[in-house]
């Protein structure tokens, strides 16, 4: 049994203030940070490294992987990678290309 659904995790990201990405393949929403703080294996060495929160079932429609390029706000970026958590959420690292 599933104690959280598709519908209920793209209630969340609405509800959090999620945007909508934009793909070749299609769009979907998921929560942008573009937040600022240490980065690497160095915790004195500081940046930023965009990411989306996404439903995973979003990330397989639209073939999301290494290299694809996202559009947010009409702003592109690279994708580095996809991190299923296993709990039909994904992270998504992105840089600017």
Do not use: Q, W
């Not at 294996?41 to 965009?50: I, L, R, S």
């Amino acid at each position: 049994m599933e104690l959280e659904t598709d519908d209920m995790r793209l209630a969340a990201i609405e509800t959090l203030g999620g945007v909508c990405v934009f793909t070749d393949a299609g769009s979907f929403t998921a929560i942008f940070d573009n937040g600022y703080g240490a980065s690497g294996a160095d915790p004195v060495v500081e940046g930023t490294e965009p990411h989306l929160t996404a439903r995973t079932s979003d990330i397989t429609k639209v073939a999301l992987r290494k290299s694809v390029v996202v559009r947010i706000d009409e702003t592109p970026y690279r994708v580095v990678r996809v991190e299923p958590d296993g709990t039909g959420m994904s992270a998504v690292i992105l840089k600017t290309p």
